[in-house]
């Protein structure tokens, strides 16, 4: 569910590894949710031009209840120091 949004992000991004989901309570018809998505660790990788983003996010209903949790792995694009990005 969280995914959506960021999925349509303009900068490209490749989703790499699931961190684990933890599934807390049922979405159901009608509920209205809302995602928090922080940013929980950052590494290079041995080409300049990329990085690993690790995120964990948190899914709860309107009433503050928890139903989905966990996190993911993405491979970004990075700024190069005196390169066009």
Do not use: W, Y
Not at 33 to 40: D, F, L, P, R
Not at 54 to 68: C, H, K, N, P, S
């Amino acid at each position: 569910m969280a995914d959506g949004p960021k999925n349509r992000a303009q900068t490209r991004l490749a989703a790499i590894a699931p961190l684990g989901r933890r599934f807390a309570g049922p979405i159901l018809a009608g509920d209205r949710i809302q995602a928090s998505v922080e940013v929980t660790a950052l590494r290079p990788t041995r080409h300049a031009d990329r990085g690993i983003v690790a995120l964990g996010f948190d899914l709860r209903t309107r009433r503050g209840d928890t139903v989905q949790e966990g996190g993911n792995g993405m491979m970004v694009h990075r700024r190069v120091p005196g390169g066009c990005r």
